[in-house]
């Protein structure tokens, strides 16, 4: 075997590796809020301790990432695609994260309505989703204009976190809720806003493997 051959079978399985860490981030997002839809107490405590799955996922990631470097001396399309690789694997692990706390925040809610404290909830929840979904599809894919879109929407969700942010207070004065779960449901929201704004990074990183852009200054 050529080492051509070899080097692209190596970044074929490393595609291949990081799609599996993509879809296994999203399945958890999609899992935690059915769970707790369906008061689904054993699923949430499965996600509060799957984040040791995805670091371990991302430590071998990173691994392959920088054999290929320092081994195989990529040219520029290439190495955009692995480089971004090796940023876009921190991105995703920190979503992993972000997803246990939320599943640890809503065991202690004891699953409850999160359109209880705000009517603006379930479109974060459904946005959030959204854009990491496609963030990680148009990545793996290479689809500059979806990647694109995606830095775009922020803004939404951010919005979003306002509205939520507002709800949750004005329903404390008025001893709507107590002061333990606001904390906790304006946790949750910061969570997902978080989960966003990784969404935005992966985007920023799908620009950057197709262009060599990254924030509109040229790099590779």
């Not at 879809?23 to 999609?30: A, G, K, Y």
């Not at 599809?137 to 969700?157: G, H, P, Y």
């Not at 449901?185 to 799908?206: P, R």
Request: with cysteine; proline share 1%; net charge negative.
């Amino acid at each position: 075997m050529s080492p051509r051959t070899n080097f692209e079978n190596e970044l074929s399985l490393l595609h291949e590796n990081l799609e599996e860490m993509g879809m296994l981030v999203e399945q958890n997002l999609d899992q935690l809020f059915d769970a707790q839809e369906s008061k689904d107490r054993e699923t949430l405590e499965t996600l509060r301790k799957n984040d040791r799955i995805v670091n371990d996922m991302e430590r071998h990631i990173e691994s392959k990432c920088l054999t290929l470097i320092t081994k195989q001396q990529p040219v520029a399309r290439d190495l955009r695609f692995i480089s971004a690789a090796l940023k876009v694997v921190t991105d995703i692990e920190r979503a992993g994260d972000q997803i246990a706390d939320i599943a640890e925040l809503l065991l202690r809610l004891n699953m409850a309505d999160l359109n209880k404290y705000s009517v603006h909830f379930e479109q974060m929840v459904k946005e959030t989703r959204d854009m990491m979904h496609r963030a990680v599809d148009a990545f793996i894919t290479r689809n500059l204009e979806v990647s694109q879109r995606v830095i775009k929407d922020d803004d939404m969700v951010d919005d979003l976190f306002n509205q939520v942010k507002d709800d949750v207070i004005a329903d404390v004065k008025e001893n709507k809720v107590s002061a333990d779960e606001c904390v906790d449901t304006l946790m949750i929201a910061k969570h997902l806003e978080k989960i966003a704004d990784y969404a935005v990074n992966i985007g920023e990183w799908g620009v950057f493997q197709n262009t060599g852009d990254i924030e509109d200054i040229r790099i590779l």
